[in-house]
């Protein structure tokens, strides 16, 4: 398994996608978002899923828009948020109104602690892949070699400090959102404490 054998969607959304995680995300939750992606396509491989390539692509490059400055809603949780991003930038890439509503679905329930793939293939994938950028859920599911590649290509920066703080704030200021449960649940430690942040060691 390579970097090179996921490809990249190249459709209207997918590109505006990347355009727009990249003008407002710091380069530590930009590299966040495109592992996310590219760990849900080797988990899809590894179980035989078969997920919406494009979908699953825009809903991972957009899943954090909603804890950077430009997209926080003062009452909305951070994922949410972040699912509304989606449905107006599909809207605009001609996406009819049931395929946006599945993306809007797809990011915010990544977020949940666990995504049955029989009702949601790409709200499964994206859940099982941002636990494993985050807090290094199956990191031993896909292969070592990959787990390497992704992180050279993609390195993790300052995304433990960066995200945990983000979610810190997110909690405090909306306590009756996911942030508050990740927080509670010991997300900034799980970040210090991923293996990914030790890979490229030795």
Known sequence: MRIADVPRPDTAASRAALEIATAYHSPSLLNH????????????????????????????????????PEFDNNTLAYEDAAGHVAIALTAG???????????????????????????????????IATA???????????????????????????????????????????????ARRLVDGGVQRKLRDNPLERILEG
């Open 132 to 178: 494993l950028d985050i807090s290094g859920a199956r990191d031993g599911e896909l292969p070592a070699e990959f787990l390497r590649e992704v992180v050279t290509a993609f390195p993790r920066l300052e995304l433990a400090a960066e995200f945990g703080s983000c979610v810190a704030d997110q909690a405090e200021r909306k306590p009756d959102t996911s």
């Open 33 to 68: 978002v495109q592992r996310s992606w590219l760990w849900a396509e080797a988990f899809a491989t590894v179980r035989g899923l078969t997920p919406d390539h494009e979908l699953l692509y825009v809903s991972a490059l957009l899943h954090d828009l909603g804890i950077v």
């Open 93 to 127: 890439a001609g996406w009819p109104a049931d395929r946006r509503v599945r993306a809007h679905e797809v990011i915010v329930r990544h977020n949940w602690p666990e995504v049955d793939p029989a009702m949601d293939v790409e709200g499964h994938l994206l859940e």
